[in-house]
């Protein structure tokens, strides 16, 4: 009994340190993207700063500082892109909202080509009844989404 109990610890303390190794990477990731979205709009790349803040965001984990931070820096970028008059990025629209278990919404699809809202439903049953305009960022909220992102329509 004393050695099944032991075998149980051991195995519970490699899970949990596999987790922490896990949880750590995606932190020391979204770090790395932050701090290169931060690099690239200072050097006035705008839309190498979208990318690399669009990174750090889907590295999300609970309570990171990148992730607000880069979401937050995302919402200041569109609105100086609009103010500035660049319409044709600042003009991205709505796609998706996520959970940590997968979008829970699409809104459109980013390559038409590729896939339609009829193909994502057949192929994700969970997002039956949950594309198109009934899709909003406000739909997605109110289904738990915590990351919004957006692409040219």
């Given at each position: ?30 770090r790395t993207a932050y ?9 006035g790349e705008v839309s ?32 100086a892109l609009v103010t ?70």
């Amino acid at each position: 009994m004393r050695s099944f109990r032991r075998q149980v610890a051991v195995v519970l303390l490699g899970v949990t340190l596999a987790l922490a190794v896990i949880v750590v990477r995606l932190l020391v990731d979204a770090r790395t993207a932050y701090r290169n979205g931060a690099a690239a709009e200072a050097r006035g790349e705008v839309s190498e700063a979208i990318r690399f803040y669009l990174d750090a965001g889907r590295l999300y984990v609970p309570g990171s500082p990148f992730t607000r931070g880069a979401l937050d820096r995302l919402d200041a970028l569109g609105v100086a892109l609009v103010t500035k008059g660049d319409y044709a990025t600042a003009r991205m629209a709505f796609e998706a909202g996520w959970t940590a278990d997968g979008a829970v919404c699409v809104n459109h699809a980013r390559v038409k080509d590729n896939i339609s809202l009829g193909d994502i439903e057949a192929r994700w049953p969970r997002l039956a009844g949950r594309t198109g305009v009934v899709c909003t960022e406000a739909a997605a909220r109110s289904l738990g989404a915590v990351l919004f992102n957006r692409s040219l329509p």
